[in-house]
């Protein structure tokens, strides 16, 4: 039989496990996770929440496209969603696209952006991304 100090010693570990549970539920973090296609080949680019979006670098879509997302604010709280598209021409670097998504974001299996078709060039090349939430809720 357990005494007095035996018995709370196991309800603090179950107190501990609990919480550390909890914890560990809370603090699961989302991330966006983008598909890009450009030229029959897609690319995966994740977005982790940031502070500060300005140093977040855009990704090489087949030299073609640059692709930027950026999620701004916390693991327990994102404040806004930036997506940015570029097209590469030559040696200039020219936005095509600019969306900016606010909560409340959709949640499950729902995409945030759906399906986008972008145009751009004078062969009016086509990139296709769509966006989704990964891991948590945001």
């Known amino acids: 039989m357990l005494g007095m100090t035996g018995r709370l010693l196991l309800a603090f570990r179950g107190l501990g496990l ?16 983008c598909l890009v296609t450009y030229a029959g080949t897609t690319h995966t680019v994740v977005a982790e929440p940031v502070q500060d979006p300005y140093p977040v670098p855009s990704v090489d879509i087949g030299g073609r496209f640059r692709f930027k997302p950026i999620v701004v604010g916390t693991a327990q709280r994102v404040d806004r969603v930036l997506i940015y ?38 062969l009016e090349r086509e ?3 769509s966006c989704s939430w990964q891991g948590g809720t945001p």
């Open 18 to 33: 609990a919480l550390a549970l909890l914890a560990a539920g809370a603090a699961q973090a989302a991330w966006l996770q």
């Open 85 to 122: 598209a570029y097209l590469v021409d030559g040696a200039q670097v020219l936005p095509i696209h600019q969306a900016k998504f606010l909560p409340p974001f959709p949640t499950g299996p729902q995409p945030l952006t759906g399906q986008q078709y972008l145009y751009a060039g004078p």
């Open 127 to 129: 990139l296709m991304y």
